[in-house]
């Protein structure tokens, strides 16, 4: 079983930027693909970024060129960086973890899952 945790959202300008993190509990974190969701209000989920074991990083589209997902083993904590933060990045977005081999954009794919963290830009 694992448990993830995540923190780092909040209220910010369009064009700045926040870093979020997610710590997850378990010995396993080194072989779990990692991956960040989102969530508007009445969309679905979806995906933001993944990485790998082996570091291996995905992006969508929408976020290339301007977030970064990282990994800290040791520490047991995935990030996010996300820089020139838009209108349209505002959602929850969810830290997610499973047992695949290469990363992965969809939310099924995933088998455990943060509560949440709601990131608000203004423009």
């Known amino acids: 079983q694992v448990q993830l945790v995540e923190s780092g959202g909040g209220l910010v300008q369009a064009g700045g930027s926040l870093r979020l993190s997610c710590v997850a509990s378990?010995?396993?974190?080194?072989?779990?693909?990692l991956g960040w969701f989102r969530q508007a209000p009445g969309k679905e989920r979806v995906f933001v970024a993944a990485?790998?074991?082996?570091?291996?990083?995905d992006y969508a589209d929408s976020v290339k060129g301007r977030f970064t997902i990282s990994r800290d083993n040791a520490k047991n904590t995935v990030y996010l960086q996300m820089n020139s933060l838009k209108a349209e990045d505002a959602a929850v977005y969810y830290c997610?973890?499973?047992?695949?081999?290469?990363?992965?954009?969809?939310?099924?794919?995933?088998?455990?899952w943060g509560q949440g963290t709601q990131v608000t830009v203004s423009s």
């Open positions: 997610a973890a499973g047992g695949a081999a290469n990363t992965r954009s969809n939310p099924a794919e995933y088998d455990y």
């Open positions: 990485i790998n074991r082996l570091r291996r990083r």
């Open positions: 378990g010995p396993t974190f080194s072989r779990l693909v």
